[in-house]
């Protein structure tokens, strides 16, 4: 992924009112050298961000995204983000898109150490091309998360319900996932919950039912999940958010990972078994999910 475009904020208090934020914003050569490198979301991963999906331009789920962006800086004791200045970045970095699909990121950073704080900004690249794997879906590989379905409740220092830059171990169980022959992983709590993939919700079909774990803030609840339980809910379909056993990875009718610029991936295997999957209805999904979306 080749980042196009980057915007640096200086982040204006949650209760500023002005209506234009543009002496606010700074462009930058997204090649060359903007940070300093006492930057603490280089050193520490100590900050959140947010992924939003661009089609033809248009940003998807802009308002849901910048909610869990106050969500996220809430639980990481972040200064609360003025959604309007965040929503004119969008704007701006979304019209630098090409046609096609893009991802536009959203970064908070506590800042530097000993200095200014916090440090924000904006970027935008062409998407990776995700055609293939829509139609074809993708094979995953169930990973303890190390950690018992009460334990966000018992540790909230844990952040398990916030969209942080701490990204280190997702990566490392998509690597994982990689050396057992997979494509992706889904995390399961060790007292057998399941809880999320890496980088995307998990949904099951039960028959009429779609099921997703319910946000109990042991996950990072999805945007394009509950976007997508409104499509479902608008064909007549049942929706709920429930605890997931992972026995029911297995017996379900379908199951996809969905994420923003992913979007619906249907599960081909877990733990090297076949499952079922519904190609038909995966493709309306995704027709959906291509569409403009607020």
Not at 47 to 67: C, K, P, R, Y
Not at 135 to 154: H, P
Request: glycine fraction near 8%; include cysteine.
């Amino acid at each position: 992924m080749t980042w196009r475009f980057a915007l640096m904020i200086e982040p204006a208090a949650s209760d500023d009112t002005r209506e234009d934020f543009g002496a606010t914003f700074q462009r930058v050569d997204p090649s060359a050298p903007a940070l300093s490198v006492g930057e603490l979301s280089t050193q520490r991963g100590d900050g959140i961000f947010e992924s939003i999906g661009v089609v033809g331009g248009h940003a998807q789920e802009v308002q849901a995204h910048l909610d869990r962006l106050v969500h996220s800086a809430r639980l990481c004791d972040l200064p609360e983000p003025n959604l309007a200045q965040w929503r004119a970045a969008i704007e701006v970095g979304a019209a630098s898109c090409e046609p096609g699909e893009s991802v536009i990121k959203l970064i908070l950073s506590r800042g530097v150490e000993h200095g200014p704080a916090p440090t924000a900004w904006v970027t935008a690249a062409h998407a990776a091309d995700f055609r293939a794997v829509r139609e074809r879906g993708i094979r995953v590989v169930t990973l303890d998360r190390g950690l018992d379905s009460g334990a966000a409740a018992r540790a909230p220092w844990l952040l398990l319900g916030a969209k942080t830059l701490s990204y280190a171990v997702n990566m490392a169980a998509i690597r994982e996932a990689k050396r057992r022959g997979a494509d992706d992983a889904i995390f399961v709590s060790s007292d057998g919950i399941v809880f999320e993939a890496p980088t995307a919700s998990v949904i099951l079909r039960i028959g009429d039912r779609f099921v997703t774990p319910e946000p109990s803030g042991s996950i990072l609840q999805g945007t394009t999940q509950v976007s997508l339980f409104e499509f479902l809910e608008g064909r007549g379909f049942e929706t709920a958010y429930e605890a997931v056993p992972a026995a029911s990875l297995l017996t379900a009718d379908a199951a996809w990972l969905v994420s923003s610029v992913r979007l619906a991936a249907p599960i081909t295997a877990i733990d090297g078994a076949p499952v079922a999957h519904d190609a038909e209805l995966t493709g309306e999904i995704n027709a959906y999910l291509l569409s403009p979306r607020d």
